[in-house]
């Protein structure tokens, strides 16, 4: 399943700073536009991983996995 998600982005002074809408905690600061972009994909790939393991750890044993679409 392919998922958009939305970053807001400004440079303030020599620094990209950027943020993802949709995760808590994924932000990011670079010096370039580019490198501010793949350290956002990398950190929100790391935070979804991060954030299925521990629904998985919590749910134990015995659960579903089901897709929700919005």
Do not use: H
């Amino acid at each position: 399943m392919n998922r958009t998600y939305t970053a807001v982005i400004k440079q303030d002074a020599e620094w990209w700073i950027g943020w993802i809408e949709e995760v808590p905690g994924v932000n990011c600061q670079e010096s370039s536009r580019e490198g501010l972009l793949q350290s956002l994909r990398e950190t929100l790939i790391e935070a979804i991983d991060l954030n299925r393991a521990d629904a998985l750890d919590a749910a134990g044993t015995r659960f579903e996995e089901l897709p929700i679409a919005l």
